[in-house]
């Protein structure tokens, strides 16, 4: 099973500000089939990002992702009031598609 | 507008069972595969289990493997999950997820999410 961590575990930021969170695989993983979520609470996930880069449909170009192998960074460029949430990568390159721990975003 | 729907969630003692369903609207079910997610109350995500659009090919994580059937019926737009043999760690709430890609092959990211089912396994 493909472990991911991801880091810092809490970002504490200003609106307007960049965010830069981190998802480091245990190993790599194949054909860059990582993706990002945002979760606000009580509610579903939302997907940001998929195949490590591709934005999806609907979501701001404020979120971008990139990485490769077993390093993968999802920037936030410019910090709006509603993107303080929890993050979550996820990897589906393998048979067990498995999460992140999380990075909370909170307002500095 | 797409929408998936759960149901089918409450409490029950461990060692019981329970059935999930979750309504698809808004596309073509047939044509995606789905999958179920979990999230333990202040916990993360955790996948649970994914089948291809047709159903022919189903597929598990390990801690569900053997004590979950995932199952859809594409007559009636509907994704099932039968829980058996559940244990406190089950307790979570169940997300109905839809695979991003088309085509029905399982690829395991998701992007319409349904509102979840909260299962409780406890005596």
């Known amino acids: 099973e493909i472990v991911l961590t991801q880091s810092p575990g809490t970002l504490s930021l200003s609106p307007g500000e960049r965010a830069t969170l981190s998802c480091r695989a245990s190993q790599s993983v194949s054909s860059s089939s990582l993706a990002w979520y945002q979760q606000k609470p009580g509610q579903a996930p939302r997907l940001l990002i998929y195949d490590a880069s591709s934005r999806a449909t609907g979501i701001s170009d404020r979120f971008s992702g990139s990485g490769s192998g077993t390093d993968f960074t999802l920037t936030i460029s410019r910090l709006e009031p509603e993107d303080f949430a929890v993050y979550y990568c996820q990897q589906y390159g393998s048979s067990q598609k498995t999460f992140g721990q999380g990075t909370k975003v909170e307002i500095k | 507008e797409v929408q998936l729907l759960e149901s089918g969630g409450g409490l029950v003692q461990p060692g019981g069972s329970l059935r999930l369903s979750c309504a698809a609207s808004g596309f073509t079910f047939s044509s995606y595969a789905m999958s179920w997610v979990r999230q333990a109350p202040g916990k993360g995500l955790e996948w649970v289990s994914g089948?291809?659009?047709?159903?022919?090919?189903?597929y598990y994580a390990d801690s569900v493997k053997g004590r979950f059937t995932i199952s859809r019926d594409n007559s009636k737009n509907t994704l099932y999950l039968q829980m058996n043999s559940l244990r406190a760690e089950d307790t979570a709430v169940y997300y109905c997820?839809?695979?991003?890609?088309?085509?029905?092959?399982?690829?395991?990211?998701?992007?319409?999410w349904g509102q979840g089912t909260m299962v409780t396994v406890s005596s």
């Open positions: 997820a839809k695979d991003y890609a088309g085509s029905g092959w399982f690829r395991g990211a998701f992007d319409i």
């Open positions: 089948i291809s659009g047709s159903g022919g090919s189903t």
